[in-house]
Every structure is written in C-alpha cells, then in structure tokens.
C-alpha cells in the first residue's frame, strides 16, 4: 500500500511539471500578441488601393438613396491622383500646332485648353516652330498634372496642376549649363573650312573661324596643307551632351606665308568684338573676298587675252571660279545701286559704300531674295548666287572695286580697321593676351579626322 501511495504522489508531481512547462509559454506568447495588437498593429497606416471609379450606364440599376456629402479624399488618394498614369511626348512638325496634336491624342478640349491658356504669355502657340518637343503627364482620369514645351535645349517652358487641383501653374525652367574648357589645334588637310570642321563638333564654328580670318587671310594664296590653327573658348554642355561653343578668346593661324594672332575683348561673340594685339580690331571697312571660292581663274591685269573674243584687252576686276550658286556676299557695307542685267557682265549687283567706294558683282546666276536697289546691305550680306550669264565662259564672280572713277585692285586693298581697344581698357587687355599667347604655344595641332566615318 505504501509502494502504492508512493507511485501515484510521483504521477502527480511529473504531471504537474508538465503542466507548468506548457503554460509558462503559452501565457508569455499571449502577453506578446497583446502587446503587438495595442502597440504596432493598431497604429500601422492603412493600404488603399486606388480603383477609378466607373460611372455607371443607363441599363443598370442607378442608386435610390439620396447622395451624401462625399468623403473627404485620403492623402494617398491625393498622391495617387498626381502620380503620371500616361506620359505623352511627341515634336512639331510643318503645319502642326500644340493643341491639334494634344486633341489627336484623344486628350480633350477641356483638359488641354486650361494648360495651353496658362503657358500662353510665355510661348506663343500660334508660332511653332518645326522641332518643338513636348511631354505631357496625365493620371489614371485623363487629367493633365504637367506639359512641358521645349525649344531648345534651353528653352523650356512648364506648366504644372496647383496642389489644390484648381488651376495651372506656368514657369520657363532655368536648364542649368556646364561649361569646359576649349583647347584645340588643327593641322590644315585641305581646305580650310574642311579641316576646321572635322575638328570641332559643329560646322557654325569652323564657318566663325573663317568668318574671323577672312579679314587678313587670303584664302585662295596664303592657305597651304600643314598650316596650324590654335584656338581658346569654352564649350558648353546641356544634360551631359554638347550643346554650342561659347566665345573664341583667342585665335591663331600659323601659316607658310601669312600668321595671324586675334583676340576676343568685350561682351557678345560678334566679329566686331576681336582685336589684334596692337588693339586695332579685326573687322575691316572691306572683306578680302565676296565668296568661298576654288580659285582665282583671271587676276588684275592691265593686258590680257579675253577667252571669248580672243583679243588682248585689259581685266581691271578678279575672277574667282567657284561652282555654280555658290552665295556672293558684299564685301562691306552700303547702298545697293544697281540690279538688273548689263551687257557683257550679265546680271550685276553694284553696292556703293562710304568714301566714294563701289563694288561690282558680275555674271549672277540670280539675285538673293527680295534684293532692291535702293536697299541698305550688311558687311557680308548674301546679294546673290554665282553664274554665268553675259559674255563668259563658266561659272565664276567678275569683282570689281572702284573708287570714284579710279579702279583698283582688291586683292592689294587691305581696308581700314573700324575701331580699337577703348584706352581706358588697353592696360587690361595687354595683360590678358600675354596670357593667351603662352596658352596658345602650348596647344598640340593634329590632323583632323574624319567624323563620317
């Protein structure tokens, strides 16, 4: 009896064990999830999900109870309204505007019109240009949140939804620029012009450059394969990709029989702001040349043998031979005098300029447009487009210039300089071409590549 009473007081004291093992546990893991459900649980931000909302069509049941009073939207739902659901871009092309290309999206008037009104004082829709891009962001109902109208690859105009959701808000967005330096040294292998360009990354620059030296620089005489041009600026850089070239601060061309040193002073990057290091400026009363020409086929002779009549008679002008239409331009400023066809020199432009000078333009394919006698012209002014009309026997540009009754011959006429260094900035410009100088010995030429390829 007492072997049994023994047993079963051990039974009792294991079950008992086991039960605190198993309770212990299971009372620590429910003070936990309370804590859990009060502290965390309770407070975590509910997750909506935004369903837009659709209306409903004549066939189904409409709702009998009276509308109430609509919620006041969530900030997610706010924040979902503005999220972009639809991105739109596109570009302008000839005969397109804004609001036609938007309507063709199937955007609606009433959506586009708000957008278009707020952007208005600052781009005129009326006048795109070809090439115009545009981007517009709409959300899951067709709303417009944003347009974007670019120009240019700094010109960009915006148009944002106010954050009350009621009225467009338009800007011209500052496109930030970078700006590197410019070092280059080209080996002339050619032309002038064809090597300027394959060492630069746009063709307005290489024509700014002989736009630069065309004053000094005798194209067809002084240019030889192996001469050197060394140039300092700046270039400039929108979203990492290049977009133009600043100003040349200074330019050299280092040549077999001609070496020239110009330098940039003042604001603007016009011909009228580059200088000589003796301060006089670079721009003459005269170019050297009306035109990019092959070569010059007849000089200013006194006696020569005329190809057409075959007898020896004077050739008081140049003839520079150049493909047919090449532009003419005028030499410098003036009054167009004459247009219309004369005689042996076929369709003749003449342009009287200041101190009794003239400038004869001859054997025209045709004139520029809307050309007028009477009509004021520009130093480098297009006038017309080389020919061969009157007596002659290709393409090419009769040049003549006279002063007064006297002619004389324009490539031994070097102009006059139009102005010089204002002498309250002369200190400071010796001292910034001593500079530039140093700067331009140290710049390796190469030869140009090929950018086709």
Known sequence: MAYRNSYLNSRKSRRKGIGQKILMPLFIGAILATNYWVFVYDSAPEVVEYVPERSLSPLENQPTTPTTQPEEESPQRKKLDRIAARVLKGSIQSGE????????????????????????????????????TYRVDLNQEGKILRLQYKRSPIELYEAKLSKDGTRYLAEKVDVPIEKQPLRIGCLVDGTLYESLARCVEDPKLASHLIKLLSFDLRFYEDVRTGDVVRFIGTKELVDGRFFRYGPIKALEY????????????????????????????????????????????????????????????????????APLGTPVWTVGDGEVVWKRRRGPSGNLVVVRHSSGYKTYYAHLHR???RLRVGQK????????????????????????????????????????????????????????????????????AVTPVNRSL
């Open 97 to 132: 505007i804004l609001g036609r290309k938007l309507a063709d999206a199937k955007i609606i008037p009433e959506q586009y019109r708000p957008v278009i009104a707020a952007l208005d004082p600052l781009v005129d829709f009326r006048r795109s240009l070809i090439g115009d």
């Open 377 to 444: 012209v520009k130093q480098g002014q297009i006038i017309g487009f080389v020919g061969a009309t009157g007596r002659a026997t290709g393409p090419h540009l009769h040049f003549a210039l006279k002063k007064g009754n006297r002619t004389l011959n324009p490539l031994e006429y070097d102009g006059r300089a139009i102005a010089q260094v204002p002498k309250q900035d002369r200190d400071a410009f010796d001292m910034a071409i001593l500079q530039l100088m140093d700067e331009l010995q140290k710049i390796t």
């Open 254 to 321: 280092q040549g077999k029989f001609n070496t020239l040193q110009l330098f940039h002073h003042g604001t603007g990057n016009d011909i009228s702001n580059y200088y000589k290091a003796d301060g006089s400026s670079v721009q003459r009363d005269f170019l050297r040349s009306p035109l990019q020409f092959t070569r010059v086929s007849s000089g200013y002779q006194e006696r020569r043998y005329h190809p057409v009549l075959h007898k020896y008679k004077q050739h008081l002008a140049i003839d520079y031979a």
């Open 367 to 369: 004139y520029a447009s």
